[in-house]
């Protein structure tokens, strides 16, 4: 499988809207909460594709903070899940943000999320600290940082992105 990896655009959404759908049911996002990251932040929205088939996202957002910046939301569709497809989406935004001029790129991930967990920690990431009840009663996630300014690993070029 060949894998691309573009920034998003408007003809992308409804299908990205379909994946975080089948993924996370009545959690998923909106295909709004899309055309609106689209207006908000151009280039923040990446998609992994294979020809026409999507396979998966990665959606930034800046932080409050100067050069800073979260990885809101990295979805592979489980097909393609230990494909690299993560890994390759999770490095272009890595690449994006750097030319953003972010120094530290913020991450939320569900602890029992082992494969994403390890994930992270390969390209740089560390946990900071476990933040209980991060997104409601039970919902608890680390939070995640990684320093992208001195983090050799987002400069490695792979021929599944481009």
């Known amino acids: 499988m060949s894998v691309q990896i573009r920034a998003a655009d408007n003809a992308d ?6 994946l975080e759908k089948r993924q996370y049911n009545e959690h998923a996002y909106p295909a709004g909460l899309f055309y609106q990251a689209l207006s908000q932040w151009p280039g923040y929205l990446l998609l992994a594709h294979a020809g026409q088939r ?7 957002s ?3 903070e100067p050069e800073q910046s979260w990885l809101m939301s ?10 690299g497809t993560g890994k390759a989406l999770l490095q272009q935004s890595m690449r994006l943000q750097k030319q953003y001029g972010t120094e530290k790129y913020w991450l939320t991930v569900a602890p029992d999320n082992h494969a994403a967990v390890t994930l992270y920690q390969n390209q740089g990431f560390e946990v900071q600290q476990l933040q209980t009840d991060y997104l409601g009663p039970g919902q608890h996630r680390y939070l995640m940082c990684c320093s992208i300014q001195i983090n050799p690993a ?3 070029n792979h021929r599944s992105t481009t």
């Open 13 to 18: 959404i409804e299908k990205l809207a379909e």
């Open 54 to 60: 999507i396979l998966g996202y990665a959606l930034s």
């Open 62 to 64: 800046p932080a409050l």
């Open 74 to 83: 990295l979805l592979v569709c489980p097909s393609a899940r230990g494909s």
């Open 154 to 156: 987002f400069q490695i």
